[in-house]
């Protein structure tokens, strides 16, 4: 946007999947300030779509929210990987499935207002039995629900992850 001047950025604290920077900001009106900003490293999340219309969810442990949550698979873009070869490799590791057929959905943006994570979503179907290859600090369990649960689930609460909502809802919107 117009008037808007990044003046500097700097590290505050790097982890393994984001680092954390102070970006020092003039504004149109001559003010400068200073702005958090979360930079991440990358992720892609897929929708599995099964022969039978229903969609497998991964039920796992957040930290963040010291709950369990149910969420479409995702993960962690690897350096030199597209978002296609994350999800093609995510889908088999976590839900022990391979996908015949991946398509691009939609691209969001998970905290705006102060993270620059993207996730490409994609539509995985054709899918056909594998092996789960979950990482040490996993621990997923495979849930298969239909449309109308998991839309139940969104609106009285118990699905809250963004990428999900966004996901789901997308692929029925895009279905119609």
């Known amino acids: 946007m117009e008037g808007y001047e990044k003046i500097e950025q700097r590290l505050m604290h790097q982890g393994k999947v984001v680092g954390f920077y102070e970006d020092i900001v003039k504004l149109p009106s001559g003010k400068v300030v200073t702005w958090d900003l ?38 962690g873009i690897e ?7 994350c999800v093609t490799r995510e889908i088999e590791e976590e839900t022990g499935y391979r996908a015949g057929k991946m398509e691009h959905l939609m691209t ?12 490409p979503i994609y539509v995985a179907s054709d899918l056909r039995p594998s092996k789960q290859h979950l990482d040490e600090d996993e621990f997923i369990d495979v849930k298969e629900f239909t449309i109308e649960e998991i839309k139940e689930m969104i609106f009285d609460g118990r699905i809250i992850d963004a990428k999900t909502i966004s996901g789901v809802l ?4 895009a279905q119609k």
């Open 38 to 75: 979360v930079k991440h490293k990358g992720a892609a999340a897929v929708v599995p779509v099964t022969e039978k219309g229903t969609i497998l969810l991964v039920k796992q442990y957040r930290n963040a929210l010291d709950q369990e949550t149910l969420e479409i698979p995702a993960g």
């Open 79 to 85: 350096p030199g990987e597209t978002s296609l070869e």
């Open 108 to 119: 969001i943006v998970t905290a705006i207002g102060f993270c620059d994570e993207k996730i």
């Open 170 to 173: 997308g692929y029925i919107a």
